[in-house]
């Protein structure tokens, strides 16, 4: 049976979210319904909102960091029953790809950037008469929410939903840059560019990989206490200097940094990681194989061997999405969690 919730729907880019009554249509063969109970707001879905992304479709429910607790099962589903906690994957893993198969890749063949719909070109979402579309399957500013099956990893039951969102999205993309991408060495020398909550678990990841000096860069010194309770051993402000900032890390460090990371996404920061780097390298999402991944950041949180709660510094109920986006565009939040 179809179900209704209150999910924060886009109507159009450039738009605030609206908080509105849409129907959940019921999961399909090999989908699953999740009834989110908590979504972490990533820049991404700030760029979602802006119409950065020429395949995203509007109306649409955003977001894509989330946890929930899994409602209903389509036929054919066998790895998740309803009652399990899960977190969706903004990057599925299918196991039967090309990519899937090869030990050293996370990126799956189902994965792009216009999901808009689901794998049958139909949304499961209907407001005012209207479809709404998905987006990266995951839509976690949903309530109800519905994916493939291959988008939702199941998670321990002892996980706190409300905290463990972020390993959807924001935790494991920026330590598993430092850890699985990078293989950030101990002793090393590392900079960040950003500090948001992708940036600062670069840092986590930096400091847990034993890199001995972690240089954080941010035109927001308001973001400098965070970073160093988190690692960083050097904060830099790029606006207390005249000269280019790689210059000045290269005079910080001699010979440049041995690894750079930038987790900003514009075209100037990336060309100064670059430049204070000799080498460079990609990740998407970390570089963890997710289904098979998330559920072990989950139980390793559990053990409190990971810490991503200190990335949480707002808790808003759903009906405030709109402040949570202010907060982050006003560098006022690194992650703020929306609540149903």
């Given at each position: 049976?179809?179900?209704?919730?209150?999910?924060a729907v886009a109507w159009a880019a450039g738009k605030p979210l609206s908080v509105e009554e849409v129907e959940v249509a019921p999961p399909k063969a090999q989908e699953?319904?999740?009834?989110?109970?908590?979504?972490?707001?990533?820049?991404?879905?700030?760029?979602?909102?802006?119409?950065?992304?020429?395949?995203?479709?509007?109306?649409?429910?955003?977001?894509?960091?989330?946890?929930?607790?899994?409602?209903?099962?389509?036929?054919?589903?066998?790895?998740?029953?309803?009652?399990?906690?899960?977190?969706?994957?903004?990057?599925?893993?299918?196991?039967?790809?090309?990519?899937?198969?090869?030990?050293?890749?996370?990126?799956?063949?189902?994965?792009?950037?216009?999901?808009?719909?689901?794998?049958?070109?139909?949304?499961?979402?209907?407001?005012?008469?209207?479809?709404?579309?998905?987006?990266?399957?995951?839509?976690?500013?949903?309530?109800?929410?519905?994916?493939?099956?291959?988008?939702?990893?199941?998670?321990?039951?002892?996980?706190?939903?409300?905290?463990?969102?972020?390993?959807?999205?924001?935790?494991?993309?920026?330590?598993?840059?430092?850890?699985?991408?990078?293989?950030?060495?101990?002793?090393?020398?590392?900079?960040?560019?950003?500090?948001?909550?992708?940036?600062?678990?670069?840092?986590?990841?930096?400091?847990?990989?034993?890199?001995?000096?972690?240089?954080?860069?941010?035109?927001?010194?308001?973001?400098?206490?965070?970073?160093?309770?988190?690692?960083?051993?050097?904060?830099?402000?790029?606006?207390?200097?005249?000269?280019?900032?790689?210059?000045?890390?290269?005079?910080?460090?001699?010979?440049?940094?041995?690894?750079?990371?930038?987790?900003?996404?514009?075209?100037?920061?990336?060309?100064?990681?670059?430049?204070?780097?000799?080498?460079?390298?990609?990740?998407?999402?970390?570089?963890?194989?997710?289904?098979?991944?998330?559920?072990?950041?989950?139980?390793?949180?559990?053990?409190?061997?990971?810490?991503?709660?200190?990335?949480?510094?707002?808790?808003?109920?759903?009906?405030?999405?709109?402040?949570?986006?202010e907060l982050l565009r006003a560098g006022k939040s690194i992650r703020s969690v929306l609540l149903f």
């Amino acid at each position: 049976l179809s179900t209704t919730g209150n999910p924060a729907v886009a109507w159009a880019a450039g738009k605030p979210l609206s908080v509105e009554e849409v129907e959940v249509a019921p999961p399909k063969a090999q989908e699953v319904r999740v009834k989110i109970v908590a979504s972490g707001i990533c820049r991404t879905d700030d760029h979602v909102l802006g119409g950065y992304f020429p395949n995203i479709e509007f109306p649409v429910i955003p977001g894509h960091e989330g946890a929930g607790i899994v409602e209903s099962v389509g036929e054919g589903v066998t790895s998740v029953k309803p009652g399990d906690k899960v977190i969706p994957l903004c990057l599925p893993q299918c196991g039967e790809c090309c990519f899937c198969l090869n030990p050293d890749s996370n990126y799956c063949i189902n994965f792009s950037e216009s999901q808009n719909l689901m794998p049958d070109k139909t949304s499961r979402f209907t407001c005012k008469g209207k479809q709404i579309h998905h987006f990266l399957w995951t839509s976690t500013f949903a309530e109800y929410t519905v994916m493939p099956e291959y988008a939702v990893a199941k998670i321990d039951a002892a996980a706190p939903l409300d905290k463990v969102c972020l390993l959807g999205c924001g935790f494991p993309t920026g330590y598993g840059a430092a850890i699985n991408t990078a293989k950030v060495k101990p002793g090393s020398t590392c900079a960040v560019f950003g500090l948001g909550g992708v940036g600062l678990s670069v840092v986590m990841g930096c400091k847990a990989a034993g890199a001995s000096r972690i240089i954080a860069i941010d035109i927001n010194k308001d973001k400098f206490a965070k970073a160093k309770e988190l690692g960083a051993t050097d904060c830099v402000n790029p606006k207390d200097f005249t000269k280019p900032i790689h210059e000045v890390l290269m005079e910080m460090t001699g010979l440049g940094v041995d690894y750079s990371f930038e987790a900003i996404g514009h075209k100037d920061t990336l060309t100064a990681a670059l430049a204070s780097c000799k080498v460079s390298t990609g990740s998407v999402l970390g570089g963890w194989k997710t289904r098979d991944s998330i559920p072990k950041l989950v139980s390793s949180y559990l053990e409190k061997k990971l810490n991503p709660d200190l990335l949480i510094t707002h808790t808003l109920p759903i009906a405030e999405v709109n402040k949570g986006f202010e907060l982050l565009r006003a560098g006022k939040s690194i992650r703020s969690v929306l609540l149903f």
